[in-house]
């Protein structure tokens, strides 16, 4: 999880850690992140817990050989990390390592014959230049960029590096005379020069609009119908820009289809329009359908119902969180209406707990949004140590030791840990309101 009590176990057992060995590499050569893309990378963090443990050879060679077989491109970044930390600490071996993982990795994705879809290896192929960039500088990404420009040549249409990452990403590095750079070693190497015209010209693409323009009711219950993966993106979108308009006539139309004979999956996907734009027809009418409906429907007229202002939504709210139901949606429809409901919402964390780690997530977030907006009281604090404990994304700690900092009620031990967190936001958090109570 990324807590500072483990680094603070390890400082206080300093020269007697042999026994979380195991443990601190395990932490190593897993991706223990709720979600990568939100959180803090670990490597330092993971590296400050080996320095305690000791023997950094043995750990080496054991995220080398990790490095060597895994194609997940969140563990690789976080080896590519703790590589990085021992090359800086003098250990060559660990910039060799991620420089023959690209190689190897290069080769395995152009041998591929089929491709994947969803872009996972040119993902991981991305990470691992972009770590060669810090080790070696800005020459390896031209080698890099050379090498993978000679392999898109060979094979037009095969996604071998994630260019909109990659090219944004190396200019935030090397700063504003990057580009300047690229286009002057275009000019003298093919490969380059592929790959900068394919970033070209998959940056001008992405800049495009690509909101549905020419809406009506049968393409969107069409797409409502669909299992496409950013199906729900792609019809929340379409709500907010019916929020946006004066489309009247096609909100009702999709609200007749809600009321109809069609199956219950497509009206629960329908559902999404109406999370960021108005439904048409009177409360009553919503009420009644959600008391028809099966679960997945019921819990996405709920957002819906938020637009609405009725105590009997704080009725209802208040049932499902008392019974387990629905537990993320009924807290956001909760916030309009709460009552000083502490106890409640307490049990709905604890009862959420036994969900899986991403439905806790949300239901953490939908709480901490209820709390930050009302005074802080004891009871507060009681749910916030709760979530510091229990919620496994270290993003959200930080928030919660934030809200604690921001009115004075973080426990002292709570505030020791904080010191050595995972995140270092987190540290810098709790160092400043540590030094300002020494003060007063």
Sequence with gaps: MG????????????????????????????????????????????????????????FLDAIVSRLETTDNYRLISQLCGLLYMF?????????TAVRNKFGDYLSKITRMKKENTKGLPANSLTVLVLWLCDIYGIKEFFNCAEKIGQEMIK???????????????AERKFGKTFMRKFEKEAKKT???????????KEDNSNGSD???????????????????????????????????????????????????????????????????????????KLLELYETAGGKLKSRILPALERFDDTRLRELAVYNLKNGLFIYESLMLLDKYFDNDYDLVYQ?????????????????????????????????????????????????????????????????????????????????????????????
């Design 190 to 200: 093919e490969g380059i020069r592929h790959l900068l015209e394919t970033w070209q």
């Design 3 to 58: 807590l500072g009590s483990a680094i603070l176990e390890l400082k206080r057992n300093n020269g007697e850690n042999e026994k979380f060995r195991e443990a601190v590499l395990y932490a190593c050569i897993h991706d223990t992140c709720m979600n990568a893309q939100m959180e803090d990378a670990r490597y330092d963090y993971l590296f400050e817990a080996i320095g305690l443990v000791g023997n950094k050879d043995y």
């Design 348 to 440: 709905a964390q604890q009862s959420s707990k036994k969900a899986k780690i991403s439905d806790y997530h949300e239901v953490s977030m939908a709480i901490r949004d209820l709390i930050k907006t009302r005074r802080v009281t004891a009871e507060t604090q009681k749910i916030l140590l709760y979530d510091y404990r229990e919620n496994r994304c270290s993003f959200c700690r930080n928030l919660n030791v934030e809200i604690m900092c921001k009115n004075k009620i973080i426990p002292d031990d709570i505030l020791e840990e904080c010191l050595y967190d995972c995140v270092w936001d987190t540290r810098k958090l709790a160092k400043r309101y540590k030094a300002r109570k020494h003060i007063s």
């Design 87 to 95: 090359w800086e600490d003098g250990f060559d071996k660990a910039g």
């Design 210 to 284: 690509h909101i549905e323009r020419d809406l009506d009711a049968n393409y969107i219950v069409s797409l409502a119908a669909t299992k496409e993966r950013l199906q729900p993106i792609r019809l929340m979108r379409i709500g907010r820009k019916l929020g946006k308009s004066d489309e009247a006539g096609l909100r009702l139309q999709l609200a007749e289809f809600l009321h109809s004979e069609m199956d219950e999956e497509t009206k629960a996907a329908l559902m999404y329009v109406f999370h960021d734009c108005d439904y048409p027809y009177p409360l009553e």
């Design 155 to 169: 094979r037009p249409g095969r996604k071998i590096v994630t260019l909109i990452w990659l090219v944004p990403s």
